[in-house]
């Protein structure tokens, strides 16, 4: 994919004041202050007792911190972090001028008046440019990079095995291990206290991962999302999105066997394909799952 595409279901909040980088270093799952205006991070919000609400990606310009994060819930992002403002010196606010580009190119320009910065969760996954919509076009049209098919862009994803906000991912039901967050980069350890972290790090240090979320290839109909996937009968994993002939499931870590899957899907042969990445961490994963 040497192309890009303006991502219609991204959009932007910008979290400004003195206290911004403070106020969300206590929230969110990685380092903040790690942000800049061509280093992106991926972290996440979860609840108290360690369950998904939202994911995004943060980049500073100036005086302030973007989000990059869906579109059709970035309301309600937007609100929850108001709760936790109190009287830091912080504002939430939504950036309706600005507008989300991705590409897969390998090499990412550097314009100027736009936040441009590598996909932080895997080198191959191209790069992100937040900016006003005929800034990131013109910055585009100069680094030779012409308007591409956002299904691209997915298959893309998909075969990397990254996660695609609720489209994979439960709201206060999912955990940061399932979304993988611990694999590709979501996760600070050492930064400090924040929002169910305990619960987080308890699973990754006793290794209590049972399921993540694995692309598998489908030889038949698509399965929708929600759809369950059995083996000799018995549930082991959930679709999620997909593009292609790919889809993303949840499935129990013990029950991937890429040689010989037997996976089904309602009249769909599913085949996992995890990425180089993930097959160790399913290896480790399933092995510890039959030493307990």
């Known amino acids: 994919m040497t192309g890009y595409h303006i991502a219609e279901d991204r959009t932007v909040l910008r979290v400004s004041g003195a206290d911004r980088v403070e106020f969300l270093q206590g929230i969110v799952s990685n380092d903040v202050a790690k942000a800049g205006r061509d280093r992106g991070v991926w972290a996440a919000f979860l609840t108290?007792?360690?369950?998904?609400?939202h994911d995004f990606f943060l980049a500073a310009d100036g005086e302030s911190i973007l989000l990059d994060c869906e579109r059709a819930r970035a309301d309600d992002?937007?609100?929850?972090?108001?709760?936790y403002t109190l009287r830091s010196d912080a504002r939430v606010e939504a950036a309706d001028d600005l507008a989300v580009a991705l590409s897969g190119a390998d090499s990412r320009p550097a314009p100027e008046g736009v936040a441009c910065f590598a996909d932080p969760r895997h080198g191959d996954a191209g790069f992100r440019a937040i900016g006003e919509p005929a800034a990131v076009r013109e910055a585009m049209a100069a680094a030779g990079l012409a308007p591409a098919d956002p299904l691209d862009w997915d298959c893309r994803r998909l075969a990397l095995g990254l996660p695609d906000g609720s489209r994979d991912l439960e709201v206060e039901r999912s955990t940061l291990a399932e979304a993988n967050a611990d694999l590709l980069g979501g996760i600070d350890w050492e930064k400090g206290c924040w929002m169910g972290q305990e619960v987080t790090a308890r699973m990754h240090y006793r290794g209590l991962a049972k399921r993540r979320l694995?692309?598998?290839r489908v030889d038949g109909?698509?399965?929708p999302r929600g759809a369950t996937v059995e083996r000799d009968g018995k549930p082991v994993g959930e679709c999620r999105s997909s593009a292609g002939d790919l889809v993303m499931v949840l499935a129990r870590t013990e029950a991937i066997d890429e040689a010989e899957p037997g996976l089904r899907s309602g009249a769909a042969r599913l085949y996992p394909a995890p990425p180089g990445w993930l097959k160790t961490a399913l290896k480790q994963d399933a092995a510890a799952s039959g030493a307990r």
């Open 48 to 53: 108290p007792q360690g369950k998904y609400l």
């Open 77 to 83: 992002l937007r609100k929850r972090l108001r709760r």
């Open 214 to 216: 694995t692309p598998m």
């Open 221 to 223: 109909p698509m399965p």
